[in-house]
């Protein structure tokens, strides 16, 4: 007997149908991942350059009599590293452009553009943005872009997240942005997230050496911005310039932060109101009664004040030297 | 001005079937003003309505004949180089382009010619591809090409070569006609595949709409073609889109003798009313025609 005769779509076909028409419905990408002709691309006019050296440079050459010959130069050391890692391992970061007219304007990756002209590969990976992004955006792709670099410094990124966060907040029309909604636009930890947030308020000396370089280390910042006494705090910020490990950043924190518990300690033992009256105190010195009282008549030429006027003092008694003091201190007050 | 591609990557599925139909629906029955283009260096949607020649220097592939308005001895000045021939694969070459006018009223045709267009379909190297890809919708937004027609068919060949590329990107509404068999099936996948590829390269507010999977040459005596079928619709995703049950264009042989050179009537929608030949096509046309228009 001939079996029923059942057919239907594979199943491996249907499972394709289903995933590429679900891909397209829900597609809510601004950008695409494409590969382009390097001649279809050019820099971006309106982004200021951060490198010296041009495509043309790479193509043909620097200038010998080019002004900037010697720090062109350099940069092309970069891009001849660079391109040697692209060699060896690809292109995995594509660079990021925008649609404009016939080319293809970057955004972010100049330099990985560069290394891939100095490769005379016909074409790049590329991300590209239908339209150019703009405002937080823009700064946004920049950000990630930056992220990503090893070789950035501490003030650079300081500066980023300054871009970003000055964006951010003329976009939404805020003061200040909060941590949380830092960590969620970045990325960043919390911790790294709250050391950006103090760094950008950072002034004086200690941002002065972010920006030269002479400090490097978000973490050491942070940890001389603990620290209130002004001289312990110069002493932390000179020995960054001389390398000085995070652990003896720490000792000043900790010697700091003990000076302020003394002082706070010492604020502690004086309570209740302001004093109006002098505490005479106590003595069970007899002795020291009459020495005072025979002082004074001494050095003060005051008629009132005589051996006389204790003539009925008995120098052995407490009540009677209570009372003594008790008259010295009578007299003097009716001098003032 | 809507661009109608029927595409599938596998051949005799129906595609040129598909343009011829829906190209004179469209002129015949709604009065609208259409451009015909034939990609697909076959030439079958040009031979539909032109008298195509062969080509002496490629005696495999086809070219259009002289233009009926050619004068050789009163030409245009900017036009003093043109031999009276025209095709669509002259826009690849930087040259203009004459469309033909057909037996149709308000049909013109910019028809294939089977030499340059293979050449155009075996551009490979990224830089002359990116050419080829956007030169079609380049075309096709011309202001005098956009202020002409009311629709532009684009006819494909089974392929997902440089020069469906270029009619994809060109497109703002596809149809992939498939016969319900395993192989077509499998090459609605490919389509599918390029469709979402375009897809993702277009900005939100201009997406290429996918009319739908129109099953062709549909034998409903046929387990196979009903199962499959069925199968396809069980599909969440791509049920929606297939046409639904009784949209479909049936195996019949009076499609095949419309093709013929010399058959009269000419066209399906020259027949009366009550052909149930005429009648499905005029079904499917209808919803082609609201999935494009509405």
């Given at each position: 007997m001939i079996k029923k005769k059942r057919f239907g779509v594979s199943d491996a076909i249907s499972q394709g149908l289903s995933d590429t028409i679900k891909m397209v419905e829900n597609n809510t990408a601004e950008f695409r991942n494409s590969v382009i002709p390097l001649s279809r691309i050019e820099l971006d006019p309106e982004n200021p350059r951060k490198l010296a050296l041009s495509p043309k440079d790479v193509e043909e050459g620097i200038d010998k009599n080019d002004l900037q010959y010697d720090s062109k130069n350099k940069e092309l050391d970069g891009i001849i590293e660079l391109s040697k890692s692209i060699k060896d391992t690809a292109l995995l970061h594509p660079i990021i452009v925008y649609k404009s007219g016939e080319k293809y304007r970057i955004v972010a990756g100049e330099r990985r553009f560069l290394a891939t002209l100095l490769l005379q590969r016909g074409e790049i990976e590329a991300r590209v943005f239908h339209e150019k992004p703009t405002?937080?955006?823009?700064?946004?792709?920049?950000?990630?872009e930056n992220n990503s670099?090893?070789?950035?410094?501490?003030?650079?990124k300081i500066e980023n997240i300054r871009s970003l966060t000055n964006e951010y907040q003329a976009l939404h029309q805020i003061e200040k942005?909060?941590?949380?909604?830092?960590?969620?636009?970045?990325?960043?930890?919390?911790?790294?997230?709250?050391?950006?947030?103090?760094a950008l308020n950072l002034s004086?000396?200690?941002?002065?050496?972010?920006?030269?370089?002479?400090?490097?280390?978000?973490?050491?910042?942070?940890?001389?911005?603990?620290?209130?006494?002004?001289?312990?705090?110069?002493?932390?910020?000179?020995?960054?310039?001389?390398?000085?490990?995070?652990?003896f950043l720490r000792s000043l924190v900790e010697q700091d932060r003990k000076h302020n518990t003394v002082s706070h300690h010492e604020a502690l033992t004086k309570r209740g109101r302001s004093a109006t009256k002098v505490n005479m105190g106590f003595t069970d010195n007899k002795a020291i009664i009459r020495k005072m009282i025979y002082g004074c008549i001494a050095v003060m030429n005051n008629p009132k004040l005589t051996k006389q006027t204790f003539h009925d003092i008995n120098w052995d008694v407490y009540e009677d030297l209570t009372k003594a003091f008790r008259r010295l201190v009578m007299i003097l007050e009716s001098e003032e | 001005m809507?661009?109608?591609?029927?595409?599938?990557?596998?051949?005799?599925?129906?595609?040129?079937?598909?343009?011829?139909?829906?190209?004179?629906?469209?002129?015949?029955?709604?009065?609208?003003?259409?451009?015909?283009?034939?990609?697909?260096?076959?030439?079958?949607?040009?031979?539909?309505?032109?008298?195509?020649?062969?080509?002496?220097?490629?005696?495999?592939?086809?070219?259009?004949?002289?233009?009926?308005?050619?004068?050789?001895?009163?030409?245009?000045?900017?036009?003093?180089?043109?031999?009276?021939?025209?095709?669509?694969?002259?826009?690849f070459y930087g040259k203009p382009i004459f469309p033909y006018p057909t037996y149709i009223e308000n049909l013109d045709i910019a028809p294939a010619c089977g030499d340059r267009l293979l050449a155009a379909e075996s551009v490979r190297r990224a830089e002359l591809a990116e050419k080829v890809h956007k030169r079609m919708q380049e075309f096709l937004r011309l202001p005098e090409v956009e202020q002409q027609y009311d629709l532009a068919i684009i006819d494909t060949a089974p392929s997902k070569g440089p020069?469906?590329?270029?009619?994809?990107?060109?497109?703002?509404?596809?149809?992939?006609?498939?016969?319900?068999?395993?192989?077509?099936?499998?090459?609605?996948?490919?389509?599918?595949?390029?469709?979402?590829?375009?897809?993702?390269?277009?900005?939100k507010d201009l997406p290429i709409e996918l009319v739908g999977i129109l099953p062709n040459m549909f034998d409903q005596r046929t387990t196979l073609h009903n199962q499959m079928y069925s199968s396809l619709l069980a599909?969440?995703?791509?049920?929606?889109?297939?046409?639904?049950?009784?949209?479909?264009?049936?195996?019949?042989?009076?499609?095949?003798?419309?093709?013929?050179?010399?058959?009269?009537?000419?066209?399906?929608?020259?027949f009366p009313e009550n052909n149930l030949a005429r009648k499905e096509a005029v079904a499917v046309c209808e919803y082609i025609t609201k999935r494009i228009f509405s």
């Open positions: 405002g937080f955006k823009q700064k946004l792709v920049q950000w990630f670099r090893e070789n950035l410094s501490l003030y650079e942005i909060s941590c949380e909604t830092l960590i969620e636009i970045t990325g960043l930890s919390k911790s790294q997230a709250a050391n950006y947030l103090v004086g000396e200690l941002y002065a050496c972010i920006k030269t370089g002479r400090i490097n280390s978000l973490k050491k910042v942070i940890e001389i911005t603990k620290i209130k006494n002004p001289q312990l705090r110069k002493k932390a910020i000179d020995s960054c310039a001389s390398s000085s490990t995070l652990v | 809507k661009i109608f591609v029927p595409a599938n990557n596998k051949g005799g599925v129906g595609k040129t079937a598909t343009s011829v139909l829906f190209a004179e629906y469209a002129t015949k029955q709604l009065k609208m003003r259409v451009l015909g283009i034939d990609l697909d260096p076959q030439c079958n949607f040009s031979q539909r309505y032109l008298s195509m020649e062969v080509d002496p220097s490629s005696p495999e592939g086809l070219m259009p004949p002289i233009h009926p308005d050619f004068d050789p001895t009163n030409l245009d000045p900017l036009d003093s180089e043109w031999d009276g021939r025209s095709s669509i694969a002259d826009i020069l469906t590329i270029s009619a994809i990107r060109a497109s703002t509404h596809v149809i992939i006609p498939t016969v319900m068999e395993d192989k077509p099936i499998q090459g609605v996948y490919g389509m599918l595949q390029l469709w979402m590829q375009e897809s993702f390269q277009r900005p599909n969440k995703e791509i049920g929606k889109y297939v046409f639904p049950d009784d949209l479909k264009l049936s195996k019949r042989v009076v499609f095949a003798e419309t093709d013929c050179t010399g058959a009269s009537p000419r066209s399906i929608f020259d």
